[in-house]
């Protein structure tokens, strides 16, 4: 089944491009037409995580701060390497056919990981480190590269920082956005080594039970086991209570309704009311990603029936408290409730948000969200609004998180209207006109006033650039291309950026945790040992379902090119050049890592 989100629409056949620049300071309104700056700060975009905030570190994991906060955050963090996951992002030159047997004139469409070892090795290290974040405190959002910070006693007792943890504000986002990196991997890698660590299973089974604790949070209720020895866990959660009321729990919310309870925003603010929806339709879509890993990575039929359940308690919880009537604007969905009757109406710019519900791939009642965008891009929506600067009307959605600034516009809102636009002409003048609100700069800001571009927050804020390259490159196949820019990192000394070690999964019949089961005999004699069927097994595993591709090269229908020496050895029997499937070829790619 493919729960790949329909938004944003591919529209890289209908826009063209112009040769000549855009200058920063002048905008124009184009005919579904992107200007060459455009097409330049796509790529400076997309790179800049890679190249400003990303660190490699040992033991195969991956830090990556948020840009001028030198802190990982599990949300950011996720969100910044997203566009390096799109599926079939990037175009490949290929002669004859592809390895699904069809000729698609010399063309196959791949994400970055997949032709690049070293975006391979950010991302699966980034995947590691965030499930060991979790493992390390479940309801931090965020976490430092080191745990010698010296925290002053509110800090520990009141604001809950101690050791790894930055920030303890806990938001339901946080983790959705760590299972989406995780199944978007996977799509890419169905069965990389570093999705079947036992770490990443753990980090997502815990955040389930967390969730599926914060429904009866009214209750006090809070997860257990053996993978709760936190310094913080075996109580409920409780934070500042000059943020959060009641001592620190939050306001009061009907318990047991399905929807599970969030203390922040994703703008790091507090819940007025418990239920952030956005966050719990995210939580949905999540939820459905890591029913199929545990069915076809992880072979957990518990953990798949946990994930299924919790995803239809959530789904049924935002149809029944998550709508509500409008005067103006008849059904729309609520920002935020206590499943007691009260609901906040409005909408932030941070993501989740209501404005990104088809973005997120949650299946939406399409009235509803009419209805809802219609609310939130007006002025009944008290962070919407507009503004003119030098002949350029904005409008757009802001953020509490930026009050200070007049008339505030978050760029992330406005690339979020182009992201979920059907309309390439209207997704295009969104990205010129978000260039000319850089203030000359060509980053996207934290925000910037409606009335003069100039007064902006985070001159270095790299989440919402990636949001503006994966815009871009959903409209065009310029970007990304290496002859317009690739990335340019320092070189690390002492790190290891080859992926990890193989192991292969056993499938759950591991004796030990360092269990390896590295071909399919290893794999049936682990399962007979067990007594379980080998069967199902058998035909899942991808030690048993070794086929390598040969890329077009095969003599004979069932050929296998298993490693990079057969596919060359295919390549130089038909006298075709070898360069193209070097760089791109999986079977090669692992070598060029190491």
């Known amino acids: 089944m493919d729960l790949l989100p329909k938004y944003p629409i591919d529209h890289r056949r209908s826009t063209k491009t112009s040769s000549s620049s855009s200058s920063s300071s002048s905008y124009h309104s184009p005919s579904n037409t992107l200007s060459d700056m455009a097409i330049t700060q796509c790529h400076r975009a997309l790179w800049h995580t890679i190249e400003t905030t990303t660190t490699i570190l040992p033991n195969n994991e991956t830090f990556v701060v948020t840009g001028d906060i030198p802190d990982l955050w599990l949300r950011d963090s996720s969100a910044q390497v997203h566009p390096l996951l799109v599926p079939n992002a990037y175009r490949v030159e290929m002669d004859g056919v592809v390895d699904d047997g069809v000729h698609h004139d010399g063309v196959v469409r791949k994400s970055l990981v997949q032709v690049d070892p070293y975006l391979e090795r950010v991302v699966s290290g980034l995947i590691l480190k965030i499930a060991r974040y979790i493992r390390y ?113 939050g306001t009061v919310t009907a318990p047991s309704i399905g929807l599970t309870w969030s203390g922040f925003r994703p703008s790091d603010d507090p819940c007025k009311y418990g239920y952030l929806i956005p966050a719990n339709m995210f939580a949905v879509v999540v939820l459905r990603y890591m029913e199929e890993m545990s069915e076809v990575v992880w072979i957990d039929e518990p953990l798949t029936k946990k994930a299924r359940r919790l995803r239809e308690e959530i789904d049924d919880g935002i149809k029944r408290h998550g709508i509500v009537e409008h005067e103006k604007y008849g059904k729309i969905y609520a920002y935020e409730v206590d499943g007691l009757g009260n609901a906040l109406l409005e909408d932030d710019a941070n993501i989740p948000s209501l404005l990104s519900i088809p973005y997120l791939g949650y299946d939406y009642h399409p009235e509803i969200f009419a209805n809802t965008k219609r609310f939130i891009l007006s002025s009944d929506n008290p962070w919407f609004h507009t503004g003119r600067f030098d002949g350029v009307e904005y409008s757009g959605i802001g953020s509490l998180h930026t009050n200070h600034i007049e008339s505030s516009i978050w760029p992330m809102a406005m690339i979020m209207e182009g992201l979920i636009s059907d309309n390439s002409t209207h997704k295009a003048m969104l990205v010129e006109k978000l260039l000319v609100a850089s203030a ?130 295919a390549y130089k029997k038909k006298g075709w050049d070898e360069t193209n499937v070097r760089l791109e070829a999986k079977q090669c790619i692992t070598r060029v890592a190491r």
């Open 137 to 249: 405190d479940p309801y931090a959002n965020a976490f430092k590269v080191h745990d010698h910070e010296a925290y002053s006693d509110y800090d520990r007792d009141v604001l809950g920082r101690h050791g790894y943890i930055a920030t303890w504000n806990y938001e339901l986002d946080s983790a959705c956005y760590f299972m989406r990196m995780v199944y978007f991997f996977h799509v890419s890698f169905p069965f990389h080594p570093i999705l079947r660590m036992r770490e990443v299973r753990d980090a997502v089974s815990i955040m389930i039970d967390v969730w599926i604790s914060e429904q009866r949070h009214e209750a006090d209720e809070y997860p257990n086991g053996t993978l709760f020895d936190c310094q913080h866990c075996g109580m409920p959660y409780r934070y500042n209570p000059a943020e959060l009321d009641r001592g620190g729990k």
């Open 440 to 569: 000359g700069t060509g980053w996207m800001h934290e925000s910037f006033s409606a009335n003069d571009p100039n007064s902006f927050s985070r001159p270095w804020f790299c989440w919402p650039d990636s949001l503006f390259a994966e815009l871009v490159m959903s409209l065009t196949e310029e970007c990304p291309t290496r002859e317009r820019g690739w990335y340019g990192v320092a070189k690390q000394e002492n790190i290891d950026v080859a992926p990890a070690p193989y192991c292969g999964y056993c499938y759950g019949a591991a004796d030990h945790e360092i269990d390896c089961c590295n071909t399919c005999d290893d794999l049936v004699a682990a399962h007979k040992r067990k007594g379980w069927d080998v069967d199902k097994v058998r035909l899942i595993a991808q030690q048993c379902n070794i086929c390598g591709s040969c890329y077009g090269a095969h003599e004979n229908d069932g050929d296998c090119c298993n490693t990079c020496d057969d596919l060359l050895a």
